[in-house]
T-cell receptor, first 111, second 115 residues
Framework: QKEVEQNSGPLSVPEGAIASLNCTYS??????FFWYRQYSGKSPELIMS????GDKEDGRFTAQLNKASQYVSLLIRDSQPSDSATYLC???????????FGTGTSLTVIP | ETGVTQTPRHLVMGMTNKKSLKCEQH?????MYWYKQSAKKPLELMFV???????ENNSVPSRFSPECPNSSHLFLHLHTLQPEDSALYLC??????????????FGEGSRLTVL
């Protein structure tokens, strides 16, 4: 079983729409959850972190965490072409005290 | 210089060569990491150093040899690599080691091609 699973996509949405990215994880005791954005040929950069159940909003981005169901999601409202990138879900797991990453979801926002 | 910088950004080497990747962080962090990123695979943690001491070695082949001379610098020495080692190698740092520290700060990566 993979520690962190994401739909690889590609996910395509029209400009202005809501993009929804999902992630599930295996370690029920995980405490920290992150979404990184990685443009082609670039390094991952953090866009959201979440530690408690519920929603966390930052501008056009909303992270949602449900520990009971072991999933975390990222919503991007009013999607822009500049949001086209691969989005990596990362989970800080007590197992090994390290971060586990998903394979990433490729998002394309169509003008 | 700010953040995490990696050199070289691109490297092509033969299977018998010896080369090194360099990482430098200017954030005052105490933990540094090497990750391997291959197509359609999750980032793989290779090594973790905390306060210059290696604390994690995830079953990485001995043809990869890390070195951390101080808390700001991290090297990955490469020798007799295989074509399947071709990947993007990412260096990262965090204030301290462990998942309670929050985010990882990544460098731009070194794209390695082994012929």
């Amino acid at each position: 079983q993979k520690e962190v699973e994401q739909n690889s996509g590609p996910l395509s949405v029209p400009e202005g729409a809501i993009a929804s990215l999902n992630c599930t994880y295996s370690d029920r005791g995980s405490q920290s959850f992150f979404w990184y954005r990685q443009y082609s040929g670039k390094s991952p950069e953090l866009i959201m972190s979440i530690y408690s159940n519920g929603d966390k909003e930052d501008g056009r981005f909303t992270a949602q965490l449900n520990k009971a169901s072991q999933y975390v999601s990222l919503l991007i409202r009013d999607s822009q072409p500049s949001d086209s990138a691969t989005y990596l879900c990362a989970v800080g797991m007590n197992t090994g005290n390290q971060f586990y990453f998903g394979t990433g979801t490729s998002l394309t926002v169509i003008p | 210089e700010t953040g995490v910088t990696q050199t070289p950004r691109h490297l092509v080497m033969g299977m018998t060569n010896k080369k090194s990747l360099k990482c430098e962080q200017h954030l005052g962090h105490n933990a540094m990491y090497w990750y391997k990123q291959s197509a359609k695979k999750p980032l793989e943690l290779m090594f973790v150093y905390s306060l210059e001491e290696r604390v994690e070695n995830n079953s990485v082949p001995s043809r990869f040899s890390p070195e951390c001379p101080n808390s700001s610098h991290l090297f990955l020495h490469l020798h007799t690599l295989q074509p399947e080692d071709s990947a993007l190698y990412l260096c990262a740092s965090s204030p301290v080691m462990g998942v309670s520290t929050g985010e990882l700060f990544f460098g731009e990566g070194s794209r390695l091609t082994v012929l």
